[in-house]
């Protein structure tokens, strides 16, 4: 049973223009979400990160929104630049537990110039 | 500052044999993670530790994995009797634990292929 599901594996954007990724969950204890970005041969890297207390939070070109409602989180990043290729992963976790992470199955994000 | 390094980068080993990855985490970080990813596949939670309490072995699949944190730094994953599906990237990560700080830091990973 996935509890983190990325329904997208690949998305493929022009340069400039804005990269939306998606990310649905099933577990409604989980309380904290991340993103991950990984290319390969490398460890996924952290992007950005949002408590379940927000729906917004915006670093740079990179803002997460949260609708806990409907159990979606979705990464934006603008503008897309052809560096923000790779993989970008979605993780939730329990904040007051061991705080493993659950991650979804990956977009591969491609910006084309 | 350093990051979270693992060794070796790539084992290959017979199906059978036993492998040891190690993990060092970001001095400081008191909590340590194991992921593995499969092919075509997500992160997968293994086990966690976090300062000298118990590990947390949840995500272990089989009772031929097993893992340990030295002096509360450096740590081993132990594959005994490897298998075919054992093949996978072992990640390991660690983060301050504690308080508000949720991040997790990842290695590169040891790529594991049992022939």
């Known amino acids: 049973d996935q509890q983190v599901k990325q329904n997208s594996p690949s998305l493929s954007v022009q340069e400039g223009r804005i990269s939306i990724l998606n990310c649905d969950y099933t577990?409604?204890?989980?309380?904290?979400f991340l993103w991950y970005k990984k290319y390969p041969a490398e460890g996924p890297t952290f992007l950005i990160s949002?408590?379940?207390?927000?729906d917004k939070n915006e670093d740079g070109r990179f803002t997460v929104f949260l609708n806990k409602s409907a159990k979606h989180l979705s990464l934006h990043i603008v503008p897309s630049q052809p560096g923000d290729s790779a993989v970008y992963f979605c993780?939730?976790?329990?904040?007051?537990?061991?705080?493993?992470?659950?991650f979804g199955s990956g977009t591969q994000l491609t910006v084309l110039p | 500052g350093a990051g979270v390094s693992q060794s070796p980068s790539n084992k290959v080993t017979e199906k059978g044999k036993d492998v040891e990855l190690r993990c060092d985490p970001i001095?400081?970080?008191?909590?340590l993670y194991w992921y593995r990813q499969s092919l075509g596949q997500g992160l997968e939670f293994l086990i966690y530790?976090?300062?000298?309490?118990?590990?947390?072995k949840s995500g272990l699949p089989s009772d031929r994995f097993s893992a340990e944190r030295t002096g509360g730094s450096v740590s081993t994953l132990t594959i005994q009797r490897t298998q075919q599906e054992d093949s996978a990237v072992y990640l390991c990560?660690?983060?301050?634990?504690?308080?508000?700080?949720?991040?997790?830091?990842f290695g590169p990973g040891t790529r594991l292929t049992v022939t």
């Open positions: 990560a660690s983060s301050l634990g504690g308080g508000s700080s949720y991040e997790q830091y």
């Open positions: 577990n409604s204890m989980f309380d904290y």
């Open positions: 949002i408590s379940s207390i927000k």
């Open positions: 993780a939730a976790m329990r904040a007051g537990s061991a705080r493993q992470l659950t």
């Open positions: 001095s400081g970080h008191t909590a």
């Open positions: 530790f976090q300062g000298n309490s118990a590990p947390d």
